[in-house]
């Protein structure tokens, strides 16, 4: 839980861990999402899902080529909105633990 906080623009007001399922409270803080730059989006996306081309060139600032450009003007909105979505942290959170689940 750590890390999603780290990465996407909620906040954890506070959660409960039982035996066998947890309760979090969550607050959306989409003024720190509103100061993210296309870069800041793209390292956060980044630290969830593995990158592709397009993400390497843009955060290695090379000169990236108009399909590198249009690629990323679709995607950075769309991750954006991602970043601010309780859904999506959620889901974050699940997989990691019945990934964990699965392993022990």
């Known amino acids: 839980m750590k890390q999603l906080i780290q990465v996407f623009a909620i906040d954890v ?3 409960a861990v039982m035996s066998n399922h947890y309760h979090v409270v969550l607050k959306l803080n989409p003024s720190s999402a509103s100061d993210l730059s296309d870069k800041d989006i793209v390292m956060r ?17 090379d000169a990236l ?3 590198n ?12 909105e991602r970043l601010t979505n309780i859904s999506w942290f959620m889901r974050c959170l699940n997989e990691y633990i019945a990934r ?5």
Do not use: M
Not at 69 to 80: C, F, G, N
Not at 100 to 104: H, Q, V, Y
């Open 13 to 15: 007001c506070s959660y």
């Open 45 to 61: 996306w980044e630290q969830l899902f593995s990158g592709n081309e397009h993400t390497r060139a843009h955060l290695s600032d």
């Open 65 to 67: 080529t108009e399909y």
């Open 69 to 80: 450009k249009d690629y990323l003007a679709v995607q950075i909105p769309i991750w954006l």
């Open 100 to 104: 964990k689940a699965k392993t022990n």
